[in-house]
């Protein structure tokens, strides 16, 4: 077990508050100065089930959920406390222990809730506990709980026991109770608490305690959020204020969170009948000069297919976002895949473009949101935010100030009034609104309402003023035009303002590793293990796929001689559009696939990249995949 | 100064206005009842004095999609279906439009028929303009959900095993706040009735039967049809919606008889428009949203000033 770090995790059935009071006290960490991390896994279901969520924190910046964990929090299951007389109960009761003591690691802390759970019914507990080294504490959380207030606060409970045997003042949490309650339920909340630390503190040796937690100062304010937060505050400091959507996990949160706070701003949230409804509207929405969004989750994406389309034909800007889920059709809806790659880069029929951005981070999901707002307004082009469960959910610790940025409320590449009247007209009348004299293939878009704008906007091929067309020449003139307009996005993005494709580790590094979106901050932290056993690796996260980085993708290829490709898919997707893109350095390319509905461990690369690619032999798990190189 | 100049900008206008000068012409068949739309259409918008600049004219897929290619306004020319969601969105991002959504019955009632269901059920302020042909015209003349049954073509070759669709108490079901049966044999009605469902604040449905006469020869558009408004053999009151869909169910039985029945149905002035419910709870602004876009003075609001709190 290390010492510095602490890596809680709180395990019981789904509706047991394991979310809410997770966040709670990840943010009660971040508050005393420590770096957090939070992982979600939880099933498709409402209630009951089981569902964890793990906490790591430390004083240095934490990038990953880390490999298994070293405290377990076990509540017990709410589906055991089913009041229906024919619920299926199983073994349903055991479950917050017995499924998850193959990841605590040696000396790790065990609280579990004896009101509700009974180590005796897993055969072989007490042996385990010896063998590993853990020390259990069963303490009747329930009991607890329901003397000082309500059965359900025995979550409190359990916090209040942690904070004991961790030693952690709990006035972080008090303070955070006292911030975030209604007064009704404080005051219980607060007794059970004090209850809980005064327990351990009476009746355990907490002098010597068996875990510790680091202290940690940050040198400026941080907030706490997720990479669905980012994607909604980039969107909003975008000046977006329209956004349509369909529910579907995980895509939902940044719908939620977009349409809980629109009203505040002045936007109009609308929630629709189906996914091309949603794009469709959003659509309309930037038509008609708003700054617009929409998006959903694979399978209501492929249902946007068709509007995508339109808007790459009628050149109206809009920004889609796409959360990955494990698939394919509705596959797992709650666990983490990056299979979806493919599906964002080539749906919708003929020759159509889009932008799409597949941020690794909080951080660069709010930059890269609002890059694909501009680009998407500028250039009017669909553009993408590709992410995943993983990073839609997880709660990270980052600077406020990186949210400290200046509004843009620019429309982008929109003609005026006053410009109309000298614009190109066509004999009709009408503004000839795709038509171009410029270098970068963008033709201005006159906005309904406005005086000699007059276009018709189609999604057939269409003349400079949009009447429909099937003339050769001007077929040649308008799909050249809206391919001219990919070479200037990526002058555009290699522009370097925005944090993108960041590279890692030491630039003179034998071996690389590649990998795109949420799996980035785990393959950084594999590599600085590696590079800490003596090995010489690098890591190249690249979150811009389209337009493909060709030149800087190029470059790293070239810097190493062999470069492992890391992604969260069964048919090593990245890997084959990187080398779609660039056309060589296929015998240097191998691939380490998971796609069991986890996402990676550091451990599982740094074993991956060893195994594999240093000592050439077969991985010892089914649970990650090694593709050679093509050459082998 | 405000950004759309041509919204509100109405003075007494000329129907030629809305015809987009030297090209293009239609392409639709001599006899096509698509004609009568777009002559109403232009009919009803000069008597509105609308500045063809502040409408917008939303079409889907078929050879009713084409409206907005003779018909000179702001046009978005969409997808198979896709007209509606388009529509409503433009007119909540900027309600100072005018905006009309058209299409066929396949179009609407087929492949769009979620989107017509919940536009009318939401009762946004718009006007929809169905071409009823009871036919797929621009694909040469399959059977359409408003075809009879029995309907016979290269798809159905014998006969269509299914009941034709009942548009007008569809939507009345779903919930539209006008709705009226107009046909291209009669421009004036059709006329009249477009400039009511443009001023009527909600959702304003019109089935309009258009005559196909290259792959519908036995569309019942051509008999003479009766004005239920004017007839003395009706009596409904068009507020009532009791009255209009026991009327509706009337009509939709006598038009496979062969009778064609045409007029006001059902006009709730009463019901808010859906941007109306929408403002009531706070969910949508006053001003045109649309409009802060184009304001140089509008300050606009930073995450960090107002969400940033809660995660600290």
């Given at each position: 077990m290390t010492d510095d770090e602490l890596i809680w995790r709180i395990a019981g059935g789904s509706g047991d508050g394991i979310a809410s009071t997770s966040q709670n006290f990840a943010k009660a960490l971040m508050r005393s100065g420590l770096h957090v991390f939070t992982h979600r896994h939880y099933p498709s279901r409402i209630r009951g089930g089981h569902t964890y969520t793990e906490i790591r924190a430390s004083a240095d910046p934490v990038k990953s959920r880390g490999d298994g964990y070293n405290f377990l929090l076990a509540l017990g299951d709410s589906f055991a406390r089913n009041p229906q007389e024919n619920a299926y109960y199983g073994n349903e009761e055991v479950k917050p222990l017995s499924e998850n003591l193959d990841e605590l690691r040696e000396g790790g802390v065990i609280v579990y809730d004896s009101g509700l759970l009974d180590?005796?019914?897993?055969?072989d507990f007490d042996e385990r506990v010896e063998e590993n080294g853990w020390h259990v504490y069963d303490i009747d959380l329930r009991t607890m709980a329901r003397e000082h207030g309500r059965e359900v606060m025995r979550n409190t409970a359990g916090v209040g026991v942690t904070c004991a045997i961790a030693g952690i003042d709990t006035e972080w949490i008090e303070n955070l109770m006292r911030d975030a309650m209604p007064e009704k339920i404080l005051d219980p909340n607060l007794e059970i608490l004090q209850a809980a630390y005064d327990l351990v503190q009476e009746e355990y040796d907490v002098d010597a305690p068996d875990i510790s937690v680091p202290e940690g100062e940050h040198d400026e304010e941080q907030v706490l959020l997720s990479g669905s937060d980012a994607i909604a505050y980039g969107a909003l400091d975008e000046g977006c204020r329209f956004i349509a959507g369909y529910p579907m996990t995980p895509w939902t949160e940044v719908f939620t969170i977009m349409s809980q706070n629109l009203p505040e701003v002045g936007g109009i949230s609308e929630q629709v009948e189906d996914e091309i409804a949603a794009a469709a509207l959003a659509i309309g929405a930037s038509h008609a000069g708003t700054k617009a969004m929409s998006g959903s989750s694979g399978g209501g994406f492929a249902l946007m297919s068709e509007p995508l389309g339109l808007a790459e034909m009628t050149e109206t800007p809009v920004v889609l976002v796409e959360a990955m889920r494990a698939g394919p059709s509705t596959g797992m809806p709650t666990k983490p895949e990056q299979g979806d790659l493919e599906h964002v880069l080539y749906t919708s029929q003929g020759d159509s473009h889009r932008v799409v951005f597949a941020p690794a981070g909080a951080e660069e999901a709010y930059h890269q949101t609002r890059k694909a707002f501009q680009i998407a307004y500028e250039y009017q082009i669909p553009s993408i935010v590709l992410y995943d469960q993983k990073n839609g959910g997880e709660l990270q610790n980052v600077p406020a100030s990186v949210f400290d940025e200046e509004p843009n409320g620019d429309i982008g590449s929109v003609i005026s009034e006053e410009d109309l009247a000298d614009a190109p007209h066509d004999p009709s009348g009408?503004?000839?609104?795709?038509?171009y004299e410029g270098e970068n293939g963008v033709s201005q878009r006159s906005i309904p309402g406005?005086?000699?704008?007059?276009y018709l906007a189609t999604g057939n091929e269409h003349m400079p003023a949009g009447h429909i067309a099937e003339d050769p020449d001007n077929r040649v003139y308008q799909v050249n035009r809206r391919m001219e307009k990919l070479e200037a996005i990526r002058a555009e993005l290699d522009d370097g303002e925005v944090p993108n494709n960041t590279q890692y580790g030491p630039e003179d590094a034998e071996y690389g590793i590649m990998t795109f979106g949420s799996q980035q901050g785990t393959v950084e932290e594999a590599v600085d293990r590696l590079n800490d056993d003596g090995h010489s690796v690098k890591a190249l996260g690249v979150s811009e796929m389209a337009p493909y980085p060709v030149e800087q993708v190029s470059e790293f290829l070239e810097s190493v001689d062999e470069c492992l490709v890391v992604e969260m898919n069964a048919s090593a997707q990245f890997r084959g559009l990187t080398q779609k893109e660039i056309g060589k350095y296929g015998e240097k390319l191998s691939s380490l696939l998971k796609y069991n509905g986890n996402p990676f461990e550091p451990e599982e690369i740094t074993e991956g990249f060893v195994t594999s690619i240093v000592e050439g032999e077969e991985l010892p798990t089914h649970e990650t995949k090694f593709v050679p190189a093509a050459s082998d | 100064m405000s950004a759309f100049n041509a919204i509100g900008e109405n003075v007494e206008r000329d129907r030629n206005e809305y015809t987009p000068g030297l090209e293009p012409q239609p392409t639709w068949c001599p006899g096509c009842g698509d004609f009568g739309v777009l002559k109403a259409l232009k009919g009803a918008a000069a008597e509105l004095g609308l500045s063809p600049e502040e409408m917008l004219v939303v079409t889907g897929i078929g050879c009713s999609g084409k409206l907005n290619s003779y018909f000179d306004s702001y046009g978005f020319h969409t997808i198979?279906?896709?007209?509606l969601p388009i529509a409503r969105a433009a007119k909540l991002a900027n309600p100072g439009l005018t905006v009309v959504a058209a299409g066929g019955d396949g179009d609407g009632y087929g492949i769009g028929g979620n989107h017509f269901m919940h536009s009318a059920r939401e009762n946004h302020d718009m006007t929809y303009i169905v071409f009823n042909n009871e036919i797929f015209g621009l694909t040469k003349g399959q059977t359409s959900?408003?075809?009879?049954?029995?309907h016979k073509s290269k798809t159905q070759p014998h006969g269509s095993a299914k009941q034709p669709l009942r548009p007008l108490s569809m939507s009345l079901n779903a919930g539209a706040s006008y709705v009226a049966r107009t046909a291209a044999v009669n421009p004036n009605q059709a006329k009249d009735i477009i400039v009511e469902a443009i001023e009527h604040d909600g959702f304003s449905h019109i089935d309009f039967l258009t005559q196909c006469p290259t792959w519908n020869k036995d569309a019942k558009q051509y008999v003479p049809y009766i004005d239920i408004n004017d007839s003395e053999d009706y009596d409904i009151d068009i507020s009532d919606r009791k009255s209009a869909a026991d009327m509706m169910y009337e009509t939709e039985d006598a038009l496979n008889e062969g009778t064609v029945l045409t007029g006001r149905y059902y006009h709730d002035e009463e019901r808010p428009s859906y941007q109306q419910e929408k403002q009531n709870i706070g969910?949508?602004?006053?001003?045109?949203?649309?409009?802060r876009y184009f304001d140089e003075d509008y300050e606009w609001e930073r995450s960090y000033d107002m969400f940033l709190d809660k995660h600290k």
């Open positions: 180590t005796s019914e897993i055969e009408k503004y000839n609104r795709f038509q406005q005086k000699g704008g007059r | 198979h279906g896709r007209s959900p408003t075809s009879p049954k029995g969910e949508m602004p006053e001003e045109p949203l649309a409009e």
